[in-house]
């Protein structure tokens, strides 16, 4: 059973908190016990990005965080929130010395396997750890890596995709070598490719098809670039609950409710959880056609979802 998933990308802007966040948010509505963990030094990551902007100064400030509890001053209990739906551990700007933090400390033997042991210190308490990494390679990736085992890689279908796929299968193989050398045996699995912000060139098929010709497992579905993704950002809320926003709700005057063609990102998120709960295989397929059907479909039966309130024009 895959309990814990990273989001993986070789660089940043493909779609790693999108799918950390929602993915979060969608287990969570579907009756599961879920923790998100911000491993991601910077801001706009997963912190960020939940409960309207509530917790985003938390990336700078000195309340507990993942960085306390990596280093050990702090027990991973004391540094859990209770987010929308899901708990989650905040990312620190410190994160970006984590390596020079724990190299000064003599007891810590593998600082890969920090994340690791803390999250078997909850595995009673949460069905699933989502995990927010770095793209960059650093301690903080690796610790994401080495404690899910299982990834999900949003990729931009350009040729800059291919080649971070292709990277980032390189730098897995290497991490696991690595790691057999010094007599640790780990298996880190890509679950899925998961195209995301396509549009409406032809260029978009030709690198899927490449991507697959690679052997790389694709969903069967792709995330567009909808405008909706900006204005939940905006708004520092997950997709389902901006769906149940009403206008007066907004905070930003520039926000509008989402639009019944927007849907289809909510059903294929509910598609990617699906896929971690029931470890389907991406070839199974999906309808891209009637997403208001399919999405009522799923709310009635997980009322965690909740109906559409806010239905915007087509």
């Known amino acids: 059973m895959v309990r814990a998933v990273t989001m993986t990308s070789e660089s940043g802007g493909e779609g790693k908190t999108f799918i950390a966040t929602n993915l979060s948010a969608a287990l969570a509505r579907r009756g599961n016990d879920v923790l998100a963990i911000d491993c991601d030094p910077q801001n706009g990551s997963l912190t960020s990005h939940i409960g309207g902007g509530e917790w985003k100064n ?43 933090m724990t190299a000064v400390d003599r007891s810590i033997q593998m600082p890969q396997s920090l994340l690791r042991n803390q999250i078997e210190k909850l595995t009673d308490d949460y069905d699933y750890f989502i995990i927010d990494p770095p793209a960059t390679l650093s301690l903080p990736l690796d610790n994401a890596l080495f404690a899910a085992r299982n990834v999900l890689a949003p990729v931009e279908l350009s040729q800059k995709g291919i080649d971070n796929i292709r990277g980032l299968e390189r730098t897995l193989d290497s991490m696991e070598d690595g790691l057999e050398e010094a007599g640790i045996d780990i298996n880190i699995n890509i679950l899925s490719v998961i195209p995301n912000l396509i549009g409406d060139s032809n260029i978009y098929d030709a690198i899927r098809d490449e991507l697959t010709d690679d052997g790389a497992l694709l969903t069967p579905f792709s995330f567009r670039n909808r405008d909706v993704l900006k204005y939940a950002w905006r708004e520092r809320v ?34 990617l959880a699906q896929l971690i709960e029931e470890e389907w295989t991406p070839a199974d397929g999906y309808d891209d056609t009637d997403v208001i059907d399919q999405w009522n479909a799923i709310v009635s039966e997980y009322p965690g979802y909740e109906e559409r309130i806010a239905v915007g024009a087509n």
């Open 238 to 271: 997950d997709l389902f609950t901006y769906n149940q926003m009403n206008e007066s709700e907004f905070i930003h005057s520039e926000c509008r409710p989402m639009y019944d063609y927007e849907v289809d990102l909510l059903v294929k998120i509910d598609r």
């Open 58 to 100: 938390l990336k700078t400030q000195d309340d507990a965080n993942i960085v306390n509890c990596l280093t050990g001053d702090e027990e991973i209990t004391n540094c859990i929130y209770e987010g929308p739906g899901f708990d989650f551990v905040p990312g620190h700007e410190s994160l970006a010395n984590l390596e020079q």
